[in-house]
């Protein structure tokens, strides 16, 4: 605080000795010591005055979170467009390519927010994985899904299903296929743990069956997810929005 890096929702910065004013929310934005850039770029598919959509890359966090504060969507997009209020509506994994959402307008952002919480938005993903030829899809997997051991990890436990995930085949190339997945719950990890369940574990993927250790980030080789596509009815306007990813997964490519 007597930095002036703590600031309220106005962007100004809080002293030491200043009052605290209930419900006032506070922001502070942590240094990261040695931040390493991540070399992929987000590229914006769209933007109107109430949401940006980004095609996100590997490895690129959405959110600060660990070790990551400027190398994130939120942060960069911040930074170049000047976006101070700019709020992720959902999230995908640090490890997952592809379509991301953000709110630029607080006055409607609980509308946008309410779209995945209802499960009114139509996400479709993509994955490499193992072929098994006697497995009939299409499929759904439904599960329940928890955290396990390990901050990281989820796994399938018994009880109510908090879990469904459709799963079909689009192209089989030897011993590897590549499958559509469309969520209709929002599980962390959920798309993960529900081909590892399978016995289909994504390819590449350094935390399922086998957790990685921290710091091994090997950029030749991602996770094979990815957000292939987004379908919703805007809230705001009524209108039927559709985007789709501009990025491809090369797992099955050689």
Not at 125 to 145: C, D, G, H, K, Q
Not at 237 to 248: A, D, E, N, W
Request: charged residues 20%; aromatic residues 8%; contains cysteine.
């Amino acid at each position: 605080m007597a930095q002036g890096d703590v600031i309220d929702e106005q962007g100004i910065a809080l002293l030491v000795n200043q009052t605290y004013r209930p419900r006032r929310c506070l922001y502070y934005y942590r240094e990261v010591p040695q931040e390493v850039r991540i070399p992929f770029e987000e590229e914006v598919l769209f933007e109107d005055e109430h949401l940006i959509v980004v095609d996100k890359p590997h490895f690129l966090p959405v959110v600060p979170s660990g070790g990551y504060l400027a190398e994130t969507v939120l942060v960069r997009l911040k930074h170049k467009l000047g976006l101070d209020q700019l709020v992720p509506i959902h999230r995908i994994d640090r490890d997952t390519a592809g379509l991301v959402m953000f709110s630029k307008q607080p006055a409607n952002r609980a509308a946008y927010c309410q779209l995945f919480s209802q499960h009114a938005v139509h996400k479709t993903y993509e994955a490499i994985a193992p072929w098994n030829v006697n497995m009939n899809f299409p499929l759904t997997r439904s599960s329940r899904i928890k955290a396990a051991g390990h901050f990281m990890l989820q796994h399938e436990v018994s009880g109510p299903v908090n879990a469904i995930t459709h799963i079909d085949v689009l192209e089989v190339r030897g011993q590897l296929a590549r499958y559509q997945l469309k969520p209709v719950t929002g599980q962390r990890h959920q798309l993960r743990v529900h081909m590892l369940a399978l016995g289909l574990p994504i390819l590449n993927d350094g935390l399922y069956p086998t957790l990685t250790p921290e710091g091994q980030i090997d950029y030749a080789h991602p996770l094979q997810l990815l957000a292939r596509q987004l379908e919703f009815t805007d809230p705001v306007c009524g209108v039927v929005r559709q985007f789709v990813s501009r990025r491809t997964l090369p797992g099955l490519m050689g």
